[in-house]
């Protein structure tokens, strides 16, 4: 059984930082896309940024800059760390997987949810 779990969300004032982490089980992540989502009440899930079997990375517009995804040194882990928080990035955040090699941006293509975890940001 697949499972993703998500830790690292809280509060943090305007500017500060957080660093999410995904960690999956029953499941090898590397080789696959990895991704982080958001949704922030009242709006549609949105993807954040995506790294590819290759490494090769995408950002979101909204976050360019400011978050930065890997993959953890151990097996299964996925990371985003978030600088210059701003209040529009409160949201609850999503790690996903899609059992292929190539992202995609729309949250159709990923086969495996994590449970999510809360970012709040305050001013």
């Known amino acids: 059984q697949v499972e993703l779990v998500e830790s690292g969300g809280g509060s943090v004032q305007a500017g500060g930082s957080l660093r999410l982490s995904c960690a999956a089980s029953?499941?090898?992540?590397?080789?696959?896309?990895m991704g982080w989502f958001r949704q922030a009440p009242g709006k549609e899930r949105e993807v954040v940024a995506t790294v590819n079997g290759g490494g090769i990375t995408y950002y979101a517009d909204a976050v360019k800059g400011r978050f930065t995804i890997s993959r953890g040194n151990a097996k299964n882990t996925l990371h985003l760390q978030m600088k210059s928080l701003k209040l529009e990035d409160t949201a609850m955040y999503y790690c996903?997987?899609?059992?292929?090699?190539?992202?995609?941006?729309?949250?159709?293509?990923?086969?495996?949810w994590g449970q999510g975890t809360q970012v709040t940001v305050s001013s």
């Open positions: 029953g499941y090898i992540l590397s080789g696959f896309c």
């Open positions: 996903a997987s899609r059992r292929t090699t190539d992202c995609s941006g729309r949250d159709d293509d990923y086969n495996y």
